[in-house]
């Protein structure tokens, strides 16, 4: 979708505490203020709704918040493949309050299906959904869903509010245009108690309404078949006029009829915002092409729902986040961490041999999935004993080469001690500050040769029953004890001479290479891929702004920004090592807070649904959503390389401006549109 920018006479407010402004409270654009004026006497059914409200439409790649200020009007244009998800935002802000109470006004958001020409269709509420945008700690984040095809929101003064709008494209979906339209309507103030109380006209008007109705269909015996069936279509349009009205909006379901938006039932008043989609003849592979391993708390699971390690609930909440997930073209994996930052990772949480381990792991969305190494929280040979027999059943199994090993997260340090007792207390004597602090980082990996020793012995254990299992070690630096190099970055390098054999996916972090990425080819050239050696990446903490990473407040490009890294740079696979790694609470409703010590956002992609409704089902953020588009930009560069080779693919993203490098890539959305319609124009002949 392509926007404009601001006009040349666009005001900006003063901000309280800037240049000694007042505040950005109460103003639109043009700078006229919000007025409350005619609060609680407007009647919006009586005037246009444009005149209460401006609503715009952003890319889903801006952070619209609550100031945000008015852009032109203009429609939604979109393009997707099949079985991919395309995204915009309609932002909205009063220009007047015509409420009764603290709020500006209630709006209804009323939306159709999406249909082509041939009669095929998008459906309302399945492959267009809409979610209210809910600011986190100040900044855009939570998408909290919105019931379909009918919904209401409350604006208020001053205030920008934005909703995500979504078109998830089915893989079986026929080609071609798709239209489709949004109205949007101010409503009175006791629009929302309307369904209780009815005034006595709108008593009136409903039981005249019926009773035509009734006119329409009751005399029809011995009629002509045809004058049968146009006496029924407007019976038909009456009655779908009346379900229209705010006495029955609370019972309208997700899916609703999506015929309700006939020409006839439009409302003169509303604002009509179309919503044009172009589905062409490519599909996104359900397998996706770049494994992206997600880690998901399971301690987090059982504190916040109050479920017991292995019960019925316990499987329940893992199955119910592991399904949630795939959707994201991400492979979960569930974690616990043991000793010395060691862990427990796995994606299924049922053993190899329960009729529902075949379902997760022949899941064709799954790209990689991590295999439980028992003995990492027991020595006990029961504990070897399920290892043996996880991995015997798993390696016969043709999704087998999907399967890795995750065994060691996090280096852990004591105190230093002296003989009469005495201690350097670590976190305050004794620091770590190469890369990142020592405490609650979950991405620090081995730094001695005795760590890299117990890798070693615990692959060669995995690697007793399956010579071809993958192991895979995260590091950002070599071990401090050896001498691999002349400096820091070479002893990093050189770490597969360490490993090898006993790992086969280095996953190194990005942010050791800073703005060089030119020295990912020297990771590369390291390694042995005629021996399966693969070199995936990861972010956390860092690196930080202005490289790309999934922190909050970060630019919407920068988020996208993580995957086109990996395929510019040549990774293979990604890890990132929480999901929902989040403050501990004992209640499934409690606020939602981050770890202290790391940047806000960090290892949370996504909120517990009973914080903001009576959902059960996980709220995605909308850091979450842009990693789906990043990684469906990977499908579109492979496909266009597939046609043209690598190279015209690098030169596209950096011909078109989306990426060039880790600080260098657009800061605008208009790029990414450029660079997926020239992919579109060119592979689509």
Partial sequence: MLLGVNPPNFIVPPVEGIAGGGTGYGWTDGGVECSNFGRGVIDPTQIPSADLLQVWCMPSTANVGEQDMPRPFDHVSLLAARNEKESVQIAMRPKLSWASSGMAGTVQIQCSDLCSAAGDRLLVGQSLTMRHVVPILGVPDALVPLSLPISQINLLPGETTSIWVSVDVPAGQPPGHYEGLILITALKADAESSAHTLAKADKYKLNRELKNCLELVEPVDGKPLEEVAERLKSATSSLKKILLLPVFHEFYED???????????????????????????????????????????????????????????????????????????????????????????????????????????????????????????????????????????????????????????????????????????????????????????????????????????????????????????????????????????????????????????????????????????????????????????????????????????????????????????????????????????????????????????????????????????PIASIRLERILSGMQDIEYLKLYSSRFGRDKGLALLEKTGVYLNPERYTLEHSPIDIMRAEIYRTCGA
Avoid at 359 to 374: H, I, Q, T
Avoid at 480 to 489: P, R, V
Avoid at 542 to 571: C, F, I, Y
Wanted: charge should be negative; proline fraction near 7%; aromatic fraction near 12%.
């Fill in 255 to 617: 899916n609703g009829s999506c015929d309700m938006m006939d020409e006839d039932a439009l409302s003169n008043i509303s604002i009509h915002l179309k919503i044009n989609v172009t589905v062409w003849d490519f599909t996104l592979p359900l397998t996706p092409s770049l494994p992206a391993v997600f880690g998901v708390s399971e301690t987090v699971i059982e504190d916040r729902f109050g479920v017991q390690h292995g019960s019925e609930g316990w499987y329940d909440a893992l199955d119910c986040h592991f399904k949630w997930l795939l959707q994201y073209r991400i492979s979960p994996y569930f974690c616990r961490w043991g000793d010395s930052m060691r862990i427990l990772a796995y994606t299924c949480p049922w053993p190899a041999d329960h009729p529902r381990s075949e379902e997760y792991y022949s899941d064709p969305r799954l790209a990689a999935y991590a295999v439980p190494y028992a003995p990492i929280l027991s020595c006990s040979s029961e504990a070897r004993e399920s290892l043996r027999k996880e991995v015997e059943i798993l390696k016969s199994k043709h999704h087998w080469p999907k399967a890795y090993f995750y065994l060691w997260d996090e280096i852990q340090c004591s105190d230093l001690c002296s003989a009469a007792g005495d201690r350097l207390l670590v976190g305050q004597s004794l620091t770590m500050r190469h890369v990142v602090p020592i405490l609650g980082v979950p991405d620090a990996l081995p730094l001695n040769l005795e760590q890299y020793e117990l890798i070693r012995s615990m692959s060669c254990d995995i690697r007793s029953y399956a010579p071809d299992a993958r192991v895979l070690t995260t590091y950002y630096c070599g071990p401090s004890d050896a001498q691999l190099g002349s400096n820091t970055f070479e002893a990093f390098v050189k770490v597969p001479k360490y490993l090898r054999p006993h790992t086969q996916i280095f996953c190194t972090s990005e942010w050791v290479f800073g703005n060089r990425e030119d020295l990912a080819t020297d990771i590369i050239a390291e390694l042995q891929p005629e021996n399966g050696e693969e070199w995936w990446t990861y972010v956390c903490m860092g690196p930080s702004d202005p490289q790309p990473n999934w922190h909050l407040g970060m630019r919407g490009t920068q988020h996208r920004a993580v995957m086109w890294r990996v395929w510019k740079e040549g990774g293979t696979g990604f890890l990132y090592w929480g999901a929902n790694c989040y403050e501990k609470s004992l209640a499934a409703s409690a606020e939602v807070k981050f770890r202290r010590g790391l940047p806000p956002g960090d290892g949370v992609l996504f909120y517990p649904g009973e914080v903001f409704s009576s959902s059960h089902e």
